[in-house]
């Protein structure tokens, strides 16, 4: 077999250039291909500084990372990406819901008894024991057909709207920490400090309409930046982990309101309960949509809350440091960006917008404060992150769901017996099934198929000798 000729040759020969561009013109006429790259496609021979190197035998398709036959499509991707992850992860987590309300069914424990003799009964019993207290969690948080008027019928939806004000607020705060490299498990201690001085402005000063739900909004927040801004203080400065800083401040600040609502300086005027005195009506949200429902101004400022975390996080530079920082510390750093500074700051921005949560429960839902003011708010913000993916229009989504979970519970215990516990069975599931994506596209088939590992040049190289030999 003649000898290859070296790159000198194949470069500077005009002859010997030309020969081969004729011949390659020849073998494009008759549509043959090199008898020396039969398996696989054309091979060129390849000038660089290290001699003659052959390119990969993988067809393009599979170097650009489509997969073969055609199947990497905008659907696929569609099917296989996070966004449809969550979606099924929810409705997972409701189909087992809806077989363990079966299982405590009486129905569905008497057809049991003869299963093998008559088995549609006992399915027809457990599809009618999990689709009515489906409906009647949808009738208690989305709309309820048998209300007096179509203000009566919104009023569920308008009450899902109401308590999922405060879990926005808080999973923005989660989600911003966590698209920043940071894990805030402190938002119900923020939750709590914001409370604490939002109605302390609320109940204790006596300014005109504007200016005095204005001061309760900044007191609020503020109490929150301050408190999630100590955290990030701490892990700059001293390298403490924030995960125990702020579950540790959590405490702090729950028991720390238990103190001051023992105190004359909060403690409501012959009450021996721990309750604060109610706040002015000018420090309280306004009703937007009348008196005859609880929603506040407190879900306006939410969506506006949103929409600023959106801004910062996809439009400014500083979104982009907390991206950058969040995606390797280390090389933001070798990049100029201030980590520490960073960290400080984030944790305070993430602090202020739990402090919203804190106001709008003083001074929007609830009018007074009690250790209750958090409720289990600042956890399920946890949950309301992880499910929107840490983007703040999946977390404004995900607050929306939780919020229709926690109003239409009520409604569903009332009407079908059922224990308002499986929602918090049901919640706990939908963070298992997004702890493990992969797990639900199993479920679902949605795994996608695995791609040939790609060749390298040398295993090409060796491929093509072997089919020139």
Do not use: C
Request: aromatic share 8%.
């Amino acid at each position: 077999m003649p000898d290859q000729p070296s790159p000198k040759h194949a470069k500077d020969d005009p002859q010997t250039e030309g020969k081969q561009n004729a011949e390659g013109q020849r073998r494009g006429a008759e549509g043959q291909d090199s008898p020396a790259v039969e398996d696989t496609a054309a091979v060129v021979a390849v000038d660089t500084a290290g001699g003659v190197m052959q390119p990969s035998a993988v067809p393009a398709t599979a170097q650009s990372g489509q997969l073969p036959g055609g199947s990497d499509t905008v659907l696929r991707r569609i099917f296989t990406g996070s966004g449809i992850v969550s979606v099924l992860a929810v409705l997972l987590a409701l189909i087992i819901g809806g077989l363990l309300i079966a299982s405590t069914d009486k129905q569905v424990a008497t057809t049991a008894g003869y299963f093998f003799a008559r088995p549609t009964d006992m399915l027809a019993a457990v599809w009618n024991a999990a689709t009515r207290s489906y409906i009647a969690l949808f009738q208690g948080s989305v709309f309820n057909p048998r209300g007096n008027g179509l203000a009566a019928q919104l009023a569920p939806f308008m009450e899902t709207l109401t308590i999922a004000t405060p879990l926005i607020t808080a999973g923005l705060g989660v989600a911003l920490a966590f698209r920043a490299g940071l894990f805030n498990i402190g938002a119900q201690g923020q939750i709590i400090v914001a409370g604490i001085l939002a109605a302390w402005a609320g109940f204790a000063l006596h300014l005109p309409f504007g200016l005095h739900l204005l001061l309760v909004l900044v007191a609020g927040i503020v109490g929150g930046a301050l408190w999630g801004g100590l955290a990030g203080l701490l892990k700059a400065r001293t390298g403490a982990h924030e995960v125990i800083v702020t579950i540790m401040f959590n405490y702090i600040a729950l028991y720390f309101l238990r103190y001051l609502l023992n105190t004359p300086a909060f403690q409501r005027p012959g009450e021996s309960n721990p309750i604060s005195p109610i706040l002015d009506p000018s420090a309280v949200y306004p009703q937007i949509l009348g008196s005859q429902y609880r929603l506040h101004l407190g879900f306006i400022l939410a969506i506006a809350a949103t929409v600023l975390v959106w801004w910062l996080l996809n439009r400014s530079t500083v979104g982009f440091e907390f991206r950058a920082v969040g995606a390797n510390p280390k090389a933001a750093q070798t990049a100029g960006i201030n980590v520490s500074r960073s960290t400080i700051l984030v944790m305070a921005i993430v602090g202020g917008l739990a402090g919203m949560s804190g106001v709008a429960q003083v001074a929007g839902t609830e009018k007074v404060l009690t250790d209750g003011v958090a409720a289990t708010y600042g956890f399920d913000a946890i949950t309301v992150a992880l499910l929107g993916r840490s983007t703040p229009w999946g977390t404004f989504a995900a607050g929306l769901l939780f919020g229709a979970f926690r109003a239409g519970a009520v409604q569903m215990q009332i009407q079908t017996g059922t224990p308002i516990d499986i929602v918090l069975v049901v919640q706990s599931l939908i963070v298992l099934f997004i702890a493990a994506p992969p797990l639900v596209r199993a479920v679902f088939g949605l795994n996608p198929r695995r791609r040939k590992p790609a060749r390298t040049a040398k295993s090409g190289q060796a491929a093509t000798t072997g089919g020139a030999a």
